[in-house]
């Protein structure tokens, strides 16, 4: 397990170094000098002169790589530009809406998939399963932005159950807070729930069509035991790893979901650093989500090596 | 059994694509009415014999632009899968040809850095620094195609190098390259084939986000995604705006998801349905 263990830390600090080289890269890639770009055609030689020494652009590239990631290390991610604040700080309040709704649309879409998949999986190939599956299909198809708006105009328009979007702030209460992100995140969660619950179906059957399971059986163990009992447990795997890469599906549908309710998360900000050009943001924050998806990557690998200690060996 | 119940999604599946692709190759030559053509008098009309599908802000036909609408969505789905395959492919021949080794190594573990990026935060990248633009959308959607392919490829082949008939051919004097075009690559073409009617759906869907948070295509060519963002503040006056462009996506990957999994019952007797 140590091996292991030491063989996946050293993955993923050099998946960390080489994602910060190609964020770094991008940026660096744009024609032109950042602090022009960022200034916009009309802005004087002396401004630019002055943005060029704040953004710490004077010195060699090398110089540059390594004050910006040394500060990243020390979660200093520089001043954003157009709000004069700390990115650290912008980024913390942000993650006070993008965290929270990505965890509830990850608690619900697992809240739905698991009766759901364990459900057709005890009724393989028969009418139930049939629709089951037939609805996870659609499910799959619908674009979580569609759906959104459709959630909108029917809980929100319509029915006045909850609001059309903006957010309260955490001051307000948690009701109310809670009630902002309800909507934002049943509509990620519908399409995550789709694809987790056909996973689980076919995790299940292929566990089920196992000789221990025959075993367990023919020993008198009921179809509904051996189910939840022995089949669940060993499904387990790839599942675990459907929910580690779908956080970072998550994070896509959230920047995207952000977008449609006008929540304050981090998607948001993204888009408004890109509008206002401003890069210093721009470029911390995507590889603070690169950061946090490589993380939650190396996280499900540590889980599933405990969850099945087969998979030690083979890493 | 199995693949008598499944038989019905196949045909399904067929139908909705090739409907789809029809009608965004129709769309070349004719279209109820030109989409270039504004009508503000008669703006936000819902569906009548004039305008099969209403009109949008503008006094756009709906069903019009929907046509033009699929041709952007194909043809930026069909690029990005292209260059998903056309690099991705060769990538995971190579690495199943020096299995174990540092070249194998290298790709594998390459591969597994672009997974690890989250797409559309790289498509946002792309698009902050080079522009927004239909081109962009496709070059970050196919990105992320590569190691897909790669991986399908290497996959597949892995088990065919094993065989005795390749091995006969290495011993014909046979070049590994020779043998990857020659033997190996016919044979993964099913899994190939299949692999790309999915990643032309989720490509479609990404497309449509792209485009819906105004990172895809820009006016005046019309996209999926963008109807349903300029219906966004229109959808309590005119749900069809909204409503119409959404079910053109969802039917469309319905039909690429249903026919992706009924190629690979049909082409795999094996096969025990899809796995996501």
Redesign the interface.
């Known amino acids: 397990m140590i091996r292991f263990l030491v063989r996946r830390l050293l993955?993923l600090a050099?998946?960390l170094i080489?994602?910060s080289f190609?964020?770094f890269a991008?940026?660096e890639?744009?024609p032109g000098d950042p602090a022009a770009f960022m200034l916009g055609l009309n802005a004087s030689p002396e401004t630019v002169a002055a943005l060029r020494e704040t953004l710490g652009l004077t010195g060699s590239l090398p110089a540059r790589y390594l004050s910006w990631a040394g500060g990243m290390l020390t979660g200093d991610f520089g001043i954003s530009y157009t709000y004069r604040v700390p990115v650290a700080d912008l980024v913390a309040g942000r993650l006070a809406v993008s965290l929270p709704l990505a965890l509830l649309s990850l608690a619900l879409s697992t809240a739905i998939a698991l009766p759901v998949g364990l459900y057709a999986a005890a009724r393989r190939?028969r009418a139930g399963d049939?629709a089951v599956m037939g609805l996870t299909?659609?499910g799959?198809?619908?674009?979580n932005?569609?759906f959104a708006?459709?959630l909108?105009?029917v809980f929100a328009?319509g029915l006045r159950w909850l609001p059309a979007g903006g957010f309260p702030g955490w001051e307000a209460g948690a009701l109310p807070a809670l009630g902002a992100l309800l909507l934002p995140s049943v509509a990620l969660a519908l399409p995550q729930a789709a694809?987790l619950a056909?996973?689980l179906r076919?995790a299940l059957?292929?566990t089920l069509e196992q000789d221990y399971i025959r075993t367990a059986r023919a020993k008198g163990l009921s179809r509904s035991r051996a189910l939840t009992h022995h089949a669940l447990r060993n499904a387990l795997v790839?599942v675990l790893t459907?929910l580690g890469m779908q956080f970072?599906f998550l994070?896509?549908g959230a920047?995207?979901i952000e977008?449609?309710f006008y929540l304050p998360g981090l998607g948001r900000l993204?888009?408004q650093a890109?509008t206002q050009r401003d890069?210093i943001v721009?470029e911390s924050v995507?590889m603070i989500?690169?950061f946090a998806?490589?993380l939650v990557?190396f996280a499900t690998d540590i889980a599933y090596a405990l969850v099945d200690p087969r998979l030690r060996r083979r890493a | 059994m199995k693949t008598r119940r499944m038989r019905p999604g196949l045909a399904l599946g067929a139908a909705l694509s090739l409907a789809a692709l029809l009608l965004a190759l129709l769309s070349l030559v004719w279209t109820p009415h030109d989409i270039g053509a504004l009508d503000i008098a008669g703006k936000l009309r819902g569906p009548s014999a004039a305008h099969w599908l209403g009109t949008d802000h503008f006094g756009r036909d709906v069903a019009s632009m929907l046509m033009a609408g699929a041709r952007t969505s194909i043809a930026v789905a069909v690029v990005a899968v292209g260059i998903g395959m056309a690099l991705g492919v060769p990538l995971g021949l190579i690495a199943a040809a020096g299995a174990g080794g540092w070249l194998d190594e290298i790709i594998m573990r390459g591969n597994d850095l672009i997974f690890a990026f989250p797409s559309l935060v790289i498509a946002i990248l792309i698009t902050a620094v080079f522009g927004p633009s239909a081109l962009n959308a496709i070059l970050a959607i196919g990105i992320f195609n590569i190691p897909v392919f790669a991986r399908v490829a290497r996959g597949g082949a892995l088990g065919l190098w094993t065989l005795d008939y390749i091995r006969a051919a290495r011993v014909a004097g046979k070049g590994t390259a020779r043998i990857s075009a020659e033997h190996i690559l016919p044979n993964i073409a099913n899994l190939l084939i299949v692999q790309g009617t999915i990643q032309f759906s989720l490509g479609i869907l990404a497309e449509a986000g792209l485009s819906y948070v105004g990172l895809g295509a820009q006016p005046p060519t019309a996209s999926w995604g963008r109807m349903l963002a300029e219906a966004q503040t229109m959808v309590t006056l005119a749900p069809h705006v909204a409503l119409f462009p959404g079910l053109a996506i969802v039917l469309t990957v319905l039909g690429l998801n249903l026919l992706g999994d009924g190629l690979r019952d049909a082409l795999d007797p094996r096969g025990r349905g899809r796995q996501a």
Request: aromatic share 6%; charged share 5%; glycine share 2%.
């Open positions: 993955a050099i998946s080489v994602a190609v964020v991008v940026i890639v744009i190939g049939a299909q659609l799959i198809a619908v674009p932005f569609w708006m459709l909108v105009l328009v694809i056909r996973v076919s059957i292929e790839p459907i970072s994070l896509a920047i995207i977008n449609v993204i888009f890109i890069l721009v995507v989500l690169v998806v490589i990557t």
